[in-house]
Nanobody, 115 residues
Framework: QVQLVESGGGLVQPGGSLRLSCAASGFIFSINNMGWYRQAPGKERELVASITGGGSTKYADSVKGRFTISRDNAKNTVFLQMNSLKPDDTAVYYC?????????WGQGTQVTVSS
């Protein structure tokens, strides 16, 4: 079955960096769209960044220039490099894959930006 396992979250000071990873299994990773979403307390889940099987990327305006999504098809893994982190980036970050009308989510990893 499809599995998405996020890692790399934690506590970081404002201005710091984190790199999230999402290890995928159970589907043909190289052709699937992959994305990172986040949900802060009391807020709706929102798209942070996405990458297609061909490598095209999209970013939320709030993270452009600070976050970078990438994928390693040989390792079935998608990454989110987060730089210049702000307290507003505090949220649970979720990995998602979708293709042909099907979608799957990971369990999420907490990112807390605080001094």
């Amino acid at each position: 079955q499809v599995q998405l396992v996020e890692s790399g979250g934690g506590l970081v000071q404002p201005g710091g960096s984190l790199r999230l990873s999402c290890a995928a299994s159970g589907f043909i990773f190289s052709i699937n769209n992959m994305g990172w979403y986040r949900q802060a307390p009391g807020k709706e889940r929102e798209l942070v960044a996405s990458i297609t099987g061909g490598g095209s990327t999209k970013y939320a305006d709030s993270v452009k220039g600070r976050f970078t999504i990438s994928r390693d098809n040989a390792k079935n893994t998608v990454f989110l490099q987060m730089n210049s982190l702000k307290p507003d980036d505090t949220a649970v970050y979720y990995c998602k894959t979708w293709k042909y009308g099907l979608e799957y989510w990971g369990q999420g990893t907490q990112v807390t930006v605080s001094s």
